[in-house]
C-alpha cells in the first residue's frame, strides 16, 4: 500500500513531463516544491538515416519546477523548459544544421516547453502522461509513456555527502513523434519524419 501511495505522489509530480486545470487554491497551498535536477535529467533522439543505420543526438540540462499535494496529486503543477542549443550528436556540422533556421531555430526559439495535461496510470509503476508540447512556437499534444523509478532519500548520500539528505524522484518517459508537425520536416522521407524520444529525469524536493 505504501509503494502504491508513493506511485500516485511521483505520478502526480510528472505531470512533469504542467498545469492541471481547475485546480484549487487551497489544493495548490499545500503542494510540495521540487527542481528537475539538470545534470541528471536527459532527451535522447533518435531517427532513420535513410535506412541505414539510426542516428541519435542528446540534450542535457533539462529545466523545470514541480509543485505536488501528496493528498492531491492530480492537482500537481510543473513547467519543463528545454534549451535546443544544448542538443549535441557528436558531428558538429550537424549539430549546427539542428540549431539553425531549418530545424529548431534556436537562436529565435531559445526554448522548448513541455506542460502535462492529465496523468493516467496504467500498472503499478507506470502511467501516460498527456501534455503540450511546443516547438519552434508551435503547440501540439503528445502522450509519454512513463515509468517511475524511485522516490526517497538519494541512495547515492550514503557514499557521496553532495546528495546526502535529499529527497529524489526519478523517471523514465518514451515517445514517438512526427517531426513535420513542428516545423521539422526537412529531409523526410529518407530521413525518416518519426522520431523516437527517451527522456530520462531525476528530481529534488526544495
Request: aromatic letters at 6%; zero cysteines.
Amino acid at each position: 500500500m505504501g509503494q502504491r501511495l508513493r506511485f500516485w505522489r511521483t505520478m502526480g509530480a510528472l505531470a512533469v513531463l504542467g498545469l492541471i486545470v481547475g485546480a484549487p487554491a487551497e489544493a495548490r497551498a499545500a503542494a510540495e516544491s521540487y527542481a528537475l535536477a539538470g545534470g541528471h535529467s536527459t532527451i535522447v533522439v533518435s531517427w532513420s538515416h535513410a535506412g541505414l543505420s539510426r542516428h541519435a543526438a542528446r540534450i542535457v540540462g533539462l529545466e523545470g519546477t514541480l509543485e505536488l499535494d501528496p493528498a492531491s496529486p492530480e492537482a500537481g503543477r510543473v513547467d519543463v523548459k528545454i534549451d535546443p542549443t544544448r542538443l549535441s550528436s557528436g558531428v558538429a556540422a550537424l549539430d549546427r544544421l539542428l540549431r539553425g533556421v531549418d530545424f529548431f531555430d534556436a537562436a529565435a526559439h531559445p526554448a522548448i516547453a513541455f506542460q502535462s495535461t492529465a496523468v493516467l496510470r496504467t500498472g503499478e509503476r507506470t502511467g501516460e502522461v498527456t501534455g503540450d508540447l511546443t516547438i519552434r512556437g508551435t503547440t501540439r499534444p503528445v502522450t509519454l509513456a512513463v515509468t517511475w523509478n524511485f522516490t526517497g532519500e538519494h541512495p547515492l548520500g550514503l557514499i557521496n555527502p553532495s546528495f546526502a539528505g535529499k529527497f529524489v524522484s526519478g523517471f523514465s518517459a518514451t515517445t514517438r513523434l512526427l517531426r513535420s508537425e513542428w516545423g521539422l520536416g526537412r529531409g523526410a522521407p529518407l530521413i525518416s519524419d518519426e522520431v523516437d524520444v527517451a527522456i530520462e529525469v531525476e528530481a529534488v524536493r526544495r
